[in-house]
Every structure is written in C-alpha cells, then in structure tokens.
C-alpha cells in the first residue's frame, strides 16, 4: 500500500500488515497515514476505545498493532514465554520461580489493569527474597497475554502504558493452538516474495522452513537476481520493476524494514549504521522510488513544526519538491495544532 494510497477502512488494512510495530504510540498512526488516503488518527483511536484493534506484545516479544481477531488467533503462535524471557535475561533468570512468577503477575492485572512499574512493585512484594525485579517484570511481560488499555492521549496511549490481561480486554477466549502455517501464509501477503528465514526474522519463530516446505503446493516459487527461492501466494500482486514508487515517510521501527533478512531489497548495506541504532532504535526513514534514501525527524517549538530530512544521497530537485510536498502534509497530521509548517 506503498505504491499508491488506499482507500479501506482501517481496520482491514491493520490487518493486511498483520501487525504494525507499535513499541512507541505514535509509528503506527504514521505508517497508517503513509498507506490511507484522508486517514483520521480519531478513527483508528477509536476502534481501539471499541477493543476492535488491541496493541499488545507480540511478534519478536515487542509491542505491535493488531486486529483484535488475529491477535486472538495468532497469539499463542507468537507468544515467546519464558523461553524468549531467557534468550534475552539469561542468567538473571536463574533462582526465579517462573511459574509462580507468572501467576502472581496475572492475577495483580486481573485486580486492576496496572502499568509495569506497579507490576514490578507488586511483583516485588510478593517475592521479597528475589533482587531483581525487572527480570520478574520481563518475565510476565513475555509470558502473559497482555493488552494496552488506551487513553485520552494524542496518539492513544502515554508513555508508560496500563495493561491489563488480553482476554478479559477483548472479552474473547484467545486460540490456544499455534498455527504457524497460517501465521506464514499471512507474511506472505503481507511481505511477500520472501523465504523461509525473512518469516524467522519477521516473527521470531523457528520452524519456518518446515512450514514453508509444507505449504509448497499452495505457493508459487520464484527466483531472485542471486537465485535464491522465494516464495509468494499465487494471486499475490508482483509490480514490475519499472512501476513508478512516490516518495514515502515511513515511520520508525515500521516492520517495512525489518521483515526480511536481505534488507538490500530495500535498504543499501552501507546505510543500515544509520538506521538501526547499537540499541535497537530504528529510526524513521524515506523513500525515493522504493528505496531508503534517508532519515528524517520533527520538531515543535510554539506553534512552528519542522520536519528535517538527512539524506544519505543526493536527491534531484524534482524529488526535493515532492519530499517537500508530502512532508508538510505529513507535518500537519504530525502537529495540527501549529500555525507554521517547514521542511530543511
């Protein structure tokens, strides 16, 4: 939906993207607004208000904007549990009662929805013998289906989140059945050609080339530049190489960038440094015809918002004018309420 607008409802197009990374507020509403002819960040907060989207953990144990009915469906697919809490905390880990752990944390959210630094207190009293209490806190935050209850915020959530537990959020029982084949059939549309291994850096799941194997018969197979196989659903749209590709914001950490493990389909290898910080961060970038061709951040002092682009190459006047162009209506979805608007 980067080649040219659309005009569907937001919900559906969440779900075309899956999940849209949502570590910050605000990157997701930007990624929707890059993809959505007119779009309204008031419709979007409200169908989160009605439960119908859901911001939660999920791929890659990280925030994500989701359908309420696929985070429903694919959460015990991605769920990463204490597995993924000990890839990350390793020996900090090591002495706690995981278990018990992940019981106590539910039941404090089931008491009241709570942001994680009261979880941790909570988590802390309960387990007085334990030091560390971030690892506690992480613990559940990995293991537990939890939603983001949203607020009356700009971009509908402050900066340190209240959650509470999924299904009672949603009022829906969540599949307790992974279903990874039907996870990767999802990227596919979302993301494809891809291969196995994009899936695995899309979702953080094992298993892809075994699903993808199991799925042969229902996918077409292609060949890129270097030969390698990739894979695609058979009525899956396959512009050309020729289609004009306006210039584009996309938001930071948009999955646009971090769904495939040959980032050069997109990204050139000398401007990554650039993008993902040491870390993790990844920054907002822009496109020209398809391909990262910089980095850009904004700013609001008064009633003037200021949107500054860093190229990493030289751009034609031409594109400085089209940059321009969807920057300041960029900018006024940003920053509405200001009176002065500029691109540098």
């Known amino acids: ?12 197009v969440v779900g075309r993207l899956v999940a849209m990374q949502a570590q910050e507020p605000r990157p997701p509403f930007i990624g929707l607004w890059s993809r959505i002819a007119g779009f309204d960040r008031a419709e979007a907060i409200r169908l989160l208000h009605e439960r119908r989207l859901v911001r939660a953990s999920t791929l890659r144990g990280t925030l994500h904007l989701m359908t309420a009915a696929d985070y429903a469906a ?8 204490p597995e993924g809490a000990r890839a990350i905390l390793k020996d900090r880990m090591d002495g706690l009662d995981i278990p018990a752990v ?23 009293k309960a387990f007085p013998n334990v030091q560390d209490d971030r690892a506690m806190g992480f613990t ?10 949203p607020d009356d915020t700009p971009w509908g959530f402050r900066a340190d989140p209240i959650f ?4 009672t959020w949603l009022g829906k029982e969540l599949n307790a059945q992974a279903d990874i084949r039907g996870l990767l059939l999802r990227y596919l549309a979302a993301f494809g050609p891809a291969t196995a291994g994009d899936f695995q850096a899309w979702s953080a799941l094992k298993g892809g080339k075994e699903a993808m ?23 899956a749209p396959r512009p050309s190489e020729d289609v004009p590709a306006p210039v584009r914001y996309i938001a ?27 870390n993790l961060r990844v920054a907002a970038t822009f496109l020209v015809d398809g391909f990262v061709a910089g980095t850009w951040q904004t700013t609001a002092k008064k009633k003037a918002a200021t949107l500054t682009l860093s190229p990493f190459v030289d ?3 031409r594109t400085l004018e089209e940059l321009e162009d969807e920057g300041l209506r960029l900018l006024r979805f940003l920053e509405p309420g200001a009176s002065e608007y500029s691109v540098q």
């Open 1 to 12: 939906m980067l080649l040219q607008r659309v005009e569907d409802p937001v919900e559906e």
């Open 74 to 81: 694919f959460n015990a697919t991605v769920q990463q549990g």
């Open 102 to 124: 992940i019981a106590r944390a539910r039941e404090l959210f089931a008491e009241r929805p709570q942001t994680f630094t009261e979880i941790r207190t909570g988590l802390a």
């Open 140 to 149: 559940a935050r990995m293991s537990l289906p939890l939603a983001a209850v």
């Open 164 to 167: 509470t537990n999924a299904d």
């Open 213 to 235: 194997e199991s799925l042969r018969p229902e996918l077409v197979s292609l060949r890129d530049d270097r030969k390698r196989e990739l894979f695609d659903l058979p009525d």
């Open 252 to 278: 930071d950490y948009d999955n646009l960038i971090l769904s495939h493990v040959d980032r050069t389909r997109i990204v050139a290898d000398e401007h990554r440094p650039r993008i993902v910080s040491k």
């Open 315 to 317: 751009l034609g006047k």
